[in-house]
């Protein structure tokens, strides 16, 4: 079985900046790739930012240029650094991890419990 505990969200004013955090822990063989979703209320769930094992990069064209996402992998952890954030960026926050667990060897995604962040002033 795998876990993923999210931390870091809250309530920022517009403008400020907040990072996310994602460890992910359990019977893990290794870690493919980790990403930030985003579902805003009555909206759907749409993709933030993706890393892959090798570094490579994804963004969704609303937040490129103010989040960035890292991954700590001896720590098994993403991260999600906003910057700039607007009130738009208002939504509960998933990051979601392809594993291949240690026992079976399947690859699935397993997905965090979500973070709310709320940018008011």
């Known amino acids: 079985q795998v876990q993923l505990v999210e931390s870091g969200g809250g309530l920022v004013q517009p403008g400020g900046s907040l990072t996310l955090s994602c460890a992910a822990s359990?019977?893990?063989?290794?870690?493919?790739?980790m990403g930030w979703y985003r579902q805003a209320s009555g909206k759907q769930r749409d993709l933030v930012a993706t890393?892959?094992?090798?570094?490579?990069?994804n963004y969704a064209d609303s937040v490129k240029g103010r989040f960035t996402i890292s991954r700590d992998n001896a720590k098994n952890t993403v991260y999600l650094q906003m910057n700039s954030l607007k009130p738009e960026d208002t939504a509960v926050y998933y990051c979601?991890?392809?594993?291949?667990?240690?026992?079976?060897?399947?690859?699935?995604?397993?997905w965090g419990q979500g973070t709310e962040v709320t940018v008011s002033s």
């Open positions: 890393i892959t094992s090798g570094g490579s990069l």
């Open positions: 359990g019977s893990i063989f290794s870690i493919n790739a």
């Open positions: 979601k991890v392809l594993v291949t667990t240690s026992v079976t060897r399947f690859t699935r995604a397993y």
